[in-house]
């Protein structure tokens, strides 16, 4: 499984702190660093951040995602803020003398933590310290009523695909299309795809077409490779949709598929077919428009 190499990453996220707050801002964080060796003085200075650092928004450049990438794959940190940053660089430093105190420690840490702080912790996972022994604190997170917690947990963040059992990397998706969330932003969706997932989403299209509703082209990104006999319809009738982006969509189902059907049909629409070939159409592009619709 990736793992970040630990100094590596502080150096990283140091840098990007620097640019997002004030010098005074690195120098309280600095003097945090060093002196909370203590449970209790650890999660003061946890709970304080913002106060000293703000709450700027990162300016994350090509470079840098490139070098978070290199760092660490999947690790992004487009979208945080200051103060998450600097809380990241804390849990990166959490004194410990074992991997089972590190973990008992931030067990109590997600346990009193707010809405901010938990966005910070969860988004932080893939680059903490011992990413396989937080399997079950990433699970919790998935059944969170949280929004904003929700999406820290399943969105530009890769711990789920690497590390999330096939039951709560299911439950994941799930939740995402329910609760309209987008799933081009979800690291790792095609090569977590599963006959499972196929299959419960099937079963979603058919209660929501017998109710007389839609659903997002974007949740059909999953069942490609396990097209057959059973699932065939299903992509017949995103064909005869009038939403353009429900076609597009079956067309994308076609050619990543290898049922006899499904290839030819995708021989039925060239203009698609040529589109995906060239790139100008993915499920990315199908992703950001039905975002782009929603705003």
């Known amino acids: 499984?990736?793992?970040?190499?630990?100094?590596?990453?502080?150096?990283?996220?140091?840098?990007?702190?620097?640019?997002?707050?004030?010098?005074?801002?690195?120098?309280?964080?600095?003097?945090?660093?060093?002196?909370?060796?203590?449970?209790?003085?650890?999660?003061?200075?946890?709970?304080?951040?913002?106060?000293?650092?703000?709450?700027?928004?990162?300016?994350?450049?090509?470079?840098?995602?490139?070098?978070?990438?290199?760092?660490?794959?999947?690790?992004?940190?487009?979208?945080?803020?200051?103060?998450?940053?600097?809380?990241?660089?804390?849990?990166?430093?959490?004194?410990?003398?074992?991997?089972?105190?590190?973990?008992?420690?931030?067990?109590?840490?997600?346990?009193?933590?707010?809405?901010?702080?938990?966005?910070?912790?969860?988004?932080?996972?893939?680059?903490?310290?011992?990413?396989?022994?937080?399997v079950p604190r990433m699970a919790e997170g998935v059944r969170t009523n949280m929004t904003l917690v929700f999406e820290a947990v399943a969105l530009q963040n890769p711990y789920p695909h690497d590390y999330l059992p096939e039951e709560a990397w299911n439950q994941l998706v799930l939740k995402s299309i329910f609760t309209s969330r987008p799933l081009y932003r979800i690291y790792g969706l095609e090569n977590r795809r599963n006959l499972k997932l196929t299959q419960t989403l099937s079963d979603f299209a058919h209660e929501r077409w017998a109710a007389g509703r839609t659903l997002s082209p974007e949740v059909w990104r999953n069942v490609g490779p396990f097209v057959d006999e059973t699932i065939w319809p299903d992509i017949q009738k995103l064909f005869t949709q009038p939403n353009e982006l429900e076609q597009q969509a079956a067309a994308l189902v076609c050619a990543e598929s290898n049922f006899p059907e499904a290839k030819t049909m995708l021989e039925t629409v060239p203009d698609l077919k040529a589109k995906i070939a060239s790139g100008e159409l993915t499920w990315n592009t199908i992703g950001e428009a039905v975002a782009a619709q929603s705003v």
């Not at 060093?34 to 000293?52: D, L, M």
């Not at 760092?71 to 992004?76: A, T």
């Not at 931030?106 to 990413?131: G, H, M, R, S």
């Open 1 to 134: 499984m990736p793992t970040a190499d630990q100094e590596s990453v502080k150096n990283f996220l140091t840098e990007l702190l620097t640019r997002a707050t004030t010098p005074q801002g690195i120098t309280w964080l600095e003097k945090q660093l060093a002196e909370a060796q203590t449970e209790s003085k650890f999660f003061q200075a946890f709970s304080t951040v913002p106060r000293f650092v703000g709450k700027k928004k990162l300016e994350v450049t090509e470079t840098d995602i490139a070098t978070a990438e290199a760092l660490r794959p999947g690790f992004n940190p487009q979208g945080w803020t200051a103060d998450q940053v600097a809380r990241t660089l804390l849990a990166l430093s959490l004194p410990h003398q074992s991997p089972e105190e590190y973990v008992k420690t931030l067990d109590k840490l997600f346990a009193t933590a707010d809405v901010n702080e938990l966005v910070a912790l969860y988004a932080a996972l893939p680059i903490l310290p011992y990413p396989e022994k937080l």
